[in-house]
Nanobody, 124 residues
Framework: EVQLVESGGGLVQPGGSLRLSCAAS????????IGWFRQAPGKEREGVSW????????HYSDSVRGRFTISSDNAKNTVSLQMNRLKPEDTAVYYC?????????????????WGQGTQVTVSS
């Protein structure tokens, strides 16, 4: 059974940091790219970042580039998203998703499997 489980969300003040994790199981990790997406109330789901577990290629949206860092631990089948200098507009439910082939895209419709999401709230 394929599973993606996010963790690490929470409430943080503006300027603070959080580290999200996505634990994957039930598929061959190296054959997939893992993407992080977020969805705020009343808004469409948007791509944040992705990483290819095949060759380590990464990509970031303009809104998070320079503040967020995605990384993958292929030995532990885990992808992390380090989020620094958080802003109130980063508030959303964050999801990780897996797609094959491991080329990555910001298009959520290309992803095969999804986690249940974790809430990130940036507020003073």
């Amino acid at each position: 059974e394929v599973q993606l489980v996010e963790s690490g969300g929470g409430l943080v003040q503006p300027g603070g940091s959080l580290r999200l994790s996505c634990a994957a199981s039930g598929f061959t990790f190296d054959d997939y790219a893992i993407g992080w997406f977020r969805q705020a109330p009343g808004k469409e789901r948007e791509g944040v970042s992705w990483i290819s577990n095949f060759d380590g290629t990464t990509h970031y949206s303009d809104s998070v580039r320079g503040r967020f860092t995605i990384s993958s631990d292929n030995a532990k089948n885990t992808v992390s998203l380090q989020m620094n200098r958080l802003k109130p507009e980063d508030t959303a439910v964050y999801y990780c998703a897996a797609m094959r082939p491991p080329i990555g895209t910001m298009n959520p419709h290309m992803y095969d499997y999804w986690g249940q999401g974790t809430q990130v709230t940036v507020s003073s």
